[in-house]
C-alpha cells in the first residue's frame, strides 16, 4: 500500500482516480479508506486555514465559503466509487443465493449416494464428480457458510463410514486425499522465500480455506504428521508476519521522533514570527518544506497518531494565525497609504492650472518629493493613483515650461554664443600632453560658464555640450565622476571669483540636501527589492530597481565628493581671511 499520508491532496485524488478506473472494486476497499482519512485530514486543515485567513482579513466566520477543486474532484470521484462498490454487491448477493442453492443441492445428492443400490465404482466416482461441483459452486452469504460446511462435512463423513464397507475404495481416496495436501504443505513451505509478505500471507489464508473445505481426510498413518508439516509452515509464516510488524512498529516510532522534532522546529517558526514581509516570506517557505518532510516523514504508532496530528495542525496554526495579524497591518498600512496619496493627487490637481508659478513649482515639488516617502499602497490601487498623479503634475509642469519657452533678446544672443563654443569644441582634437588637453577642455567649460542662460526650449544645449566634454574626458582617461568633478570645480571658481561667500553657503546647503534624498532614494529602492523578494533577478521590474538603486549610489558619491571639495574650498578661504587679519593687525601695531 502507498504511503497516503506523504501525498498532497491533488496526488490523493489522482490516486482514487487510477484505482476506481484501472481496478476490481471489491479489491481496493482498504486503499480507497486510507485515502479518504488522509484526504478529510488533509481538506480539513486546510480549510481550517483559509478561514483562520479569511477571518484575520476581517470577514465574519458565518460568511465564510470556499469552493475547493481537489475537494470537488474527488467528491466525484469517491461517488463513481461508491456506485460500483454498490452495483458489486448487489450483483454479489444474487450469486451468493445462486451459489447457496448449488450447495445445497449438492448436500442432498451426497445424503442420496449412501444405502444406493448399484455398483460401488459407479457411487465413489459420482462421489469425486459432487466434490469437484463443491469444488467450484462459489461463495455462500455468510450468514449460513458455517452451517452449510458443516451440514457437508457431516455426511462426507457418513459417506466414509459407508465407504468403508470398501477398504480399497477408501484407501485409494485418502491416499488422494494425502497427495493434495501434500501439494498445499509444499506450497506453504514455499512461501518462506515470497519476498511480498502480504501477497505470502493471502496466499496461506486460500491454502487453509483449500485444506478445509475442498480436501477429505487422509489414513490416520499421515493424519498428524501431514497437519504438523502444515502448521509448522503457518507458524513460521505467522513468526515472520510478526517480526515484519515488529519491524514496522520500531519504524513507526523512529517516525515518531523525527516528526516531534518537525513539531518542535515549526512551534519554534510560530514563537519567532518576523516582523518584515521578506522575512516572513522566508519563514513562509521554511513552514512549507516543514510541513512537507512532516507528510513524508511516514505514518507513527496508532497509539499516538492522532495526538500527533492535532499537534501539528495547532503548531502550523499559531503561526498563520501571527503571519496573518502582520498581513491584517500591512494591509492596514497599505491603506493607510492609499489615504495619504489620495490627499496628494487632490492637491496636485488643485495646483495643475495655477499661474502662481512662483509659489506653486515649490509646492509641487514638495508634494513629488513627499510622494515618494509614502510606502506601497494596495496592487489593485497602485498602477491608476500613480497615473493620475503623474497626470496632474505633468500637466502643471507642461504649462510652466511652454511660459518659459518665451525667450528674451539676451538669451538668444546667448544660444548664439553657445553654439559657436560648442562647434570650437566639437572640432578640439586631444593632443599628447593629457594635462594641457584637460587644461584645454576646462577653458571651454569657463567660457561655457561665462555665457548666460538660453531659451528655456533651447536648454537641452547644455546637455549636449556635456556629452562631448564628457567623450573627450573619457579619451583621455579621465571617468565619468573626475570628470563630473573637473566640471563642478570650474563652477567653485566662479563663485569664489564672485566674492559671494552666501552663494557657496547657498551651494553647500543644496549640496548637502542632494546628499539626503540621495540616501532616502535608496533606503526607498531597496525596500522596494523586499518586496521582490520571491522574484528571479531576471524579472523587468527587478532589473529595473537594481539599475536605479546602482545609479543612485553612483550619484551619491559623487555629490560627497562635491561636498568635501566645497568644504576644503571654504575651509581655505576661511584661512586666507585669517591670515590677512592678522596682518592688519600687525600693520596697526607698527603704526603705534
Given at each position: ?42 481538506f ?37 466509487y ?12 444474487t ?51 458455517s ?53 505470502a ?41 510478526q ?64 495526538e ?40 496636485a ?65 546667448n ?101 539626503e ?37 553612483e550619484?551619491?558619491k559623487?555629490?560627497?565628493?562635491k ?23 600687525t ?6
Amino acid at each position: 500500500m502507498h504511503d497516503y499520508h506523504s501525498m498532497t491532496m491533488e496526488n490523493l485524488v489522482g490516486e482514487l482516480q487510477r484505482l476506481v478506473r484501472n481496478e476490481k472494486v471489491q479489491a481496493i476497499k482498504n486503499h480507497v479508506d486510507g485515502i479518504k482519512t488522509e484526504f478529510d485530514l488533509k481538506f480539513q486543515e486546510f480549510l481550517e486555514e483559509k478561514k483562520e485567513e479569511f477571518i484575520s482579513h476581517g470577514g465574519n466566520e458565518i460568511d465564510f465559503r470556499y469552493n475547493s477543486v481537489a475537494k470537488r474532484q474527488f467528491n466525484e470521484v469517491y461517488s463513481e466509487y461508491r456506485e460500483k462498490r454498490n452495483a458489486y454487491y448487489k450483483t454479489l448477493e444474487t450469486n451468493l443465493k445462486q451459489n447457496l442453492e448449488k450447495r445445497l443441492q449438492i448436500i442432498e445428492d451426497l445424503k442420496a449416494l449412501v444405502n444406493v443400490e448399484e455398483d460401488i465404482n459407479t457411487t465413489y466416482k459420482n462421489f469425486k464428480d459432487l466434490q469437484e461441483q463443491w469444488r467450484h459452486a462459489g461463495s455462500v452469504p455468510r450468514s449460513q457458510y458455517s452451517d452449510v460446511w458443516r451440514t457437508y462435512h457431516h455426511h462426507i463423513e457418513i459417506f466414509y463410514d459407508f465407504l468403508h464397507l470398501n477398504r480399497e475404495l477408501r484407501d485409494l481416496d485418502f491416499k488422494h486425499n494425502l497427495e493434495e495436501k501434500e501439494k498445499l504443505v509444499q506450497r506453504a513451505e514455499a512461501l518462506a522465500e515470497e519476498s511480498d509478505l502480504n501477497k505470502a500471507f493471502r496466499e496461506l489464508q486460500t491454502l487453509h480455506k483449500i485444506w478445509k473445505e475442498d480436501i477429505g481426510p487422509v489414513d490416520k498413518e499421515h493424519r498428524e504428521a501431514i497437519w504438523e508439516r502444515f502448521s509448522n509452515a503457518t507458524k513460521a509464516m505467522h513468526h515472520r508476519r510478526q517480526d515484519h510488524f515488529k519491524e514496522m512498529e520500531k519504524g513507526f516510532e523512529e517516525n515518531l521522533v523525527k516528526k516531534n522534532e518537525l513539531i518542535a522546529s515549526i512551534t519554534q517558526l510560530g514563537e519567532n514570527v518576523a516582523t518584515h514581509h521578506k522575512g516572513l516570506q522566508k519563514q513562509i517557505k521554511e513552514l512549507e518544506a516543514l510541513r512537507t518532510a512532516f507528510f513524508k516523514a511516514g505514518k507513527v504508532p496508532q497509539k499516538v497518531n492522532e495526538e500527533t496530528w492535532s499537534r501539528f495542525k495547532e503548531a502550523v496554526r499559531a503561526f498563520n494565525r501571527k503571519k496573518n495579524v502582520f498581513y491584517k497591518n500591512l494591509k492596514k498600512e497599505q491603506q493607510d497609504n492609499l489615504d495619504k496619496k489620495r490627499e496628494l493627487v487632490k492637491l496636485a490637481v488643485s495646483l495643475k492650472d495655477s499661474e502662481e508659478w512662483a509659489k506653486a513649482t515649490p509646492e509641487m515639488k514638495r508634494i513629488q518629493q513627499e510622494w515618494k516617502q509614502i510606502g506601497h499602497v494596495p496592487r489593485k490601487y497602485s498602477d491608476s493613483i500613480w497615473k493620475e498623479f503623474k497626470t496632474a503634475c505633468n500637466h502643471y509642469f507642461d504649462r510652466m515650461h511652454a511660459q518659459k519657452n518665451k525667450a528674451s533678446g539676451a538669451e538668444t544672443e546667448n544660444l548664439a554664443k553657445k553654439n559657436a563654443c560648442l562647434e570650437k569644441l566639437q572640432a578640439f582634437e586631444p593632443g599628447k600632453d593629457r594635462e594641457k588637453d584637460i587644461a584645454s577642455i576646462k577653458s571651454f567649460i569657463d567660457e561655457w560658464k561665462s555665457i548666460g542662460r538660453v531659451p528655456f526650449n533651447k536648454k537641452h544645449i547644455n546637455g549636449k555640450f556635456n556629452k562631448v566634454v564628457d567623450a573627450i574626458l573619457k579619451k583621455l582617461g579621465v571617468t565619468q565622476q573626475e570628470s563630473e568633478l573637473l566640471k563642478y570645480g570650474n563652477k567653485l571658481q566662479q563663485l569664489t571669483s564672485r566674492d559671494d561667500e552666501y552663494a557657496l553657503q547657498k551651494e553647500r546647503s543644496f549640496i548637502r540636501r542632494k546628499i539626503e534624498e540621495g540616501k532616502s532614494e535608496i533606503n526607498q529602492l531597496e525596500n522596494n527589492l523586499q518586496f521582490f523578494s520571491n522574484a528571479s533577478e531576471d524579472n523587468p521590474l527587478v532589473k529595473e530597481v537594481i539599475q536605479k538603486l546602482n545609479k543612485q549610489k553612483e550619484s551619491l558619491k559623487t555629490w560627497k565628493a562635491k561636498l568635501k571639495k566645497i568644504n576644503i574650498l571654504q575651509h581655505s578661504l576661511a584661512k586666507e581671511d585669517e591670515e590677512e587679519a592678522s596682518e592688519t593687525d600687525t600693520k596697526i601695531e607698527d603704526g603705534n
